[in-house]
């Protein structure tokens, strides 16, 4: 008897019993929270970040993960997780989505719960944390409740942990989307953390929007201070070098391919797809998978044997069309400012300039400029470029380009220019020719 491999029939590739695997497996991709890494073969699967951050977030220390939706954030932190799993140290895990836009003192009683919860697994015997868990909760539920009261509990807290940290080396706090929590409150809940952690090893690591996270005041001096108290890891520079990130895209999507029985991704792809892929994503390897699969059942529908740039042309609009709906939920503060500048940015590269890149001028103390960096954090900009000077010295530029979905596939804007369309090293030439966008004064 003979085994012989038989390759897939090349007319039927979008349709295949392995393509509809990978397109379930891609769906699950697109939520990664603390239940990720149990499977068995997650970590087969996993794809190390662009810029090989894992070594980093895996060390003793404070950590926070800056980086927009979908860049994959709570990926590396889950990561880190795992590996605190596989060396059996205790860890507390805790999705700050249940306490997104509030800014009150029973937020910290929960959090501070929750963590000893998690922690008294590994010392179940422990009467100080149970006695100390039912006072946070008491306090928790409490109409009264003050700072003071909660200060009055660090020192025990501290206490009561030092054991497990001395048992096991050390604890590692996780806050997953610490940004969903009302801006105000986010430096005082960090600093009564920080306050049981310090000199005690345990470590915080914690993932969020750079735009919506305030990590320290610097009036109350409350919180975590870069980069004395907490190292931060940015994943943001995905167009910067769109080369890179599509090494990393066509990485992960291969991974999933082979995982599905495939050859690799390319197998179902049509020339040039990938590349656009990474444009319309802008590099984002979430916002990739998903228009990857949409783009797949818009193929498949029409009948197509690949998909096609297209097919992924559509995916983009309807993303953008999402991103928009989602606006007011995402954008927590003057979302009128928001859509004005950001009409005003798609009127300057559509109407007037015909190009989606631009550059803009680093201006922190001006409005616009702040709203222009929100829309980036919201994924309807994206960074080509942190900085350049392309005229006068001592006026830095920040290179963005506008998110395909405004103009990709609509016929007003078929005379748009589209920067790069093959993801290449940019040039600081090419950056210095893109129109300036004249912020208000």
Request: net charge positive; proline share 4%.
């Amino acid at each position: 008897a003979t085994i012989k491999r038989v390759k897939p029939i090349p007319g039927d590739r979008l349709v295949l019993p392995e393509s509809r695997l990978l397109r379930s497996k891609l769906a699950e991709s697109l939520t990664v929270d603390r239940y990720s890494f149990e499977t068995s073969d997650f970590i087969d699967r996993y794809i190390r970040s662009v810029f090989g951050l894992e070594e980093q977030v895996t060390a003793n220390g404070n950590h926070a993960i800056f980086g927009r939706r979908g860049s994959g954030k709570s990926s590396l932190l889950a990561y880190a997780m795992y590996q605190r799993s596989v060396e059996k140290r205790p860890y507390a895990w805790l999705a700050m989505q249940a306490y997104a836009g509030r800014n009150d003192l029973p937020v910290i009683a929960d959090t501070l719960v929750e963590i000893l919860r998690q922690l008294k697994l590994f010392d179940q015997s422990s009467v100080e944390l149970s006695i100390l868990l039912e006072r946070l909760e008491d306090l928790g539920n409490s109409k009264k409740i003050s700072e003071h009261a909660l200060d009055m509990l660090l020192p025990k807290i501290r206490r009561a942990i030092e054991p497990i940290s001395n048992r096991y080396g050390s604890i590692t706090v996780f806050l997953d989307d610490l940004h969903v929590v009302h801006r105000s409150l986010q430096p005082l809940l960090l600093s009564k953390i920080y306050s049981v952690a310090r000199g005690n090893r345990v470590y915080i690591k914690l993932s969020g929007i750079e735009q919506f996270t305030h990590l320290w005041d610097t009036e109350s001096r409350q919180g975590l201070e870069p980069p004395h108290d907490i190292q931060v890891l940015r994943l943001d520079y995905n167009l910067t070098m769109p080369e890179k990130s599509l090494e990393h895209i066509q990485s992960i999507l291969d991974a999933y391919a082979l995982y599905s029985a495939l050859p690799d991704i390319s197998f179902l792809c049509g020339a040039g797809v990938l590349g656009r892929l990474v444009w319309v994503a802008a590099g984002v390897p979430r916002d990739a998978l998903n228009l990857f699969s949409q783009a797949m059942t818009r193929a498949t529908v029409k009948g197509q044997k690949k998909v096609s740039i297209t097919s992924v042309n559509a995916a983009a609009s309807e993303m953008a069309e999402d991103k928009l709906r989602h606006l007011e939920t995402d954008a927590s503060v003057d979302i009128v400012g928001i859509k004005t500048v950001l009409t005003k940015v798609r009127n300057f590269c559509v109407r007037e300039h015909r190009t989606n890149a631009f550059l803009v001028e680093i201006r922190n103390d001006n409005m616009e400029y702040l709203m222009i960096e929100k829309l980036v954090a919201l994924r309807l900009l994206h960074v080509l470029h942190e900085g350049i000077t392309p005229r006068e010295a001592g006026r830095r530029y920040k290179g963005l380009m506008l998110d395909y979905g405004f103009y990709v596939g609509i016929r007003a804007a078929k005379s748009v220019e589209l920067f790069k369309k093959i993801p290449e090293p940019l040039t600081a030439q090419e950056l210095r020719g893109l129109p300036a966008f004249p912020l208000a004064s």
